[in-house]
């Protein structure tokens, strides 16, 4: 079954400092991953996705993710770290060009001052 | 461009009763998409309309349900309602089906089930 493994339920990092979210997915076939931000009280929000393009593919507020096919990995980067990027994260696959995603737990993002 | 609105944003059912949800996609998008989010189970895809026809389901009982009309907006219904249904309940539009097109969620709409 496809699914998705989002390591670390919560992440915090320093203002400034390097963030890294861990997606990982189960996959016998390409997939479509996705990584979307929600912010309290609102819906969900499109970071970026990789629908087998370029495996290094850049998103919006400066977060970019990496498609490694041999390590079934897509993690969330963003060099440095705002205060406005504390937020839920949700990592997302789909294999069949629809609309049924299966999201990961999800990782809740603390930024320090 | 107006964004994706659901209405009501707040609702209080007692169990046993049933629940219409609703949601008006962006102008132009004719692809609308439900979801269930729960701290327990996250999110879940629930089902997915084009065109006024159901495209998706995911693994949801019968007393989910849901409709779309010929102006893309879609409702979405409960029966016989649960504890276990309190949940946000999200809609995505976009302006196809296929995930080639960006969703667009609206805030959700906060079912309590008492």
């Known amino acids: 079954a496809q699914s998705v493994t989002q390591l670390g339920s919560h992440v915090s990092v320093s203002e400034g400092a390097l963030v890294l979210l861990r997606c990982n997915y189960s996959?016998?076939?390409?997939?479509?991953l996705f990584w979307y931000v929600q912010y309290p009280n609102q819906g969900l929000q499109l970071l970026l996705k990789?629908?087998?393009?370029?495996?290094l593919v850049k998103g919006i507020n400066g977060f970019e993710a990496e498609f490694k096919k041999s390590e079934t990995s897509f993690h969330l980067t963003k060099p440095s770290a705002h205060m406005s990027d504390a937020a839920e994260y949700f990592c997302a696959v789909s294999y069949y060009n629809n609309n049924d995603m299966r999201f990961g737990a999800g990782t809740r993002l603390t930024v320090k001052p | 461009k107006a964004g994706v609105t659901q209405t009501p944003r707040y609702l209080i059912k007692t169990r046993g009763q049933q629940v219409t949800l609703s949601c008006s996609p962006i102008?132009?998008?004719?692809?609308v998409s439900w979801y269930q989010q729960t701290p327990g189970q996250g999110l879940q895809f629930l089902f997915e309309?084009?065109?006024?026809?159901?495209?998706n389901k995911g693994n949801f009982p019968g007393r989910f349900s849901g409709r779309q009309f010929s102006n893309s907006r879609s409702e979405m219904n409960v029966s016989t309602l649960e504890l276990g249904d309190s949940a946000l309940y999200l809609c995505?539009?976009?302006?196809?089906?296929?995930?080639?097109?960006?969703?667009?969620f609206g805030p959700g709409t906060r079912l309590t089930v008492t």
């Open positions: 102008s132009g998008h004719r692809s």
């Open positions: 309309y084009f065109s006024e026809t159901q495209r």
């Open positions: 996959s016998s076939v390409p997939p479509y």
């Open positions: 995505a539009s976009s302006l196809a089906s296929g995930v080639v097109y960006e969703q667009y």
């Open positions: 990789y629908t087998s393009a370029a495996t």
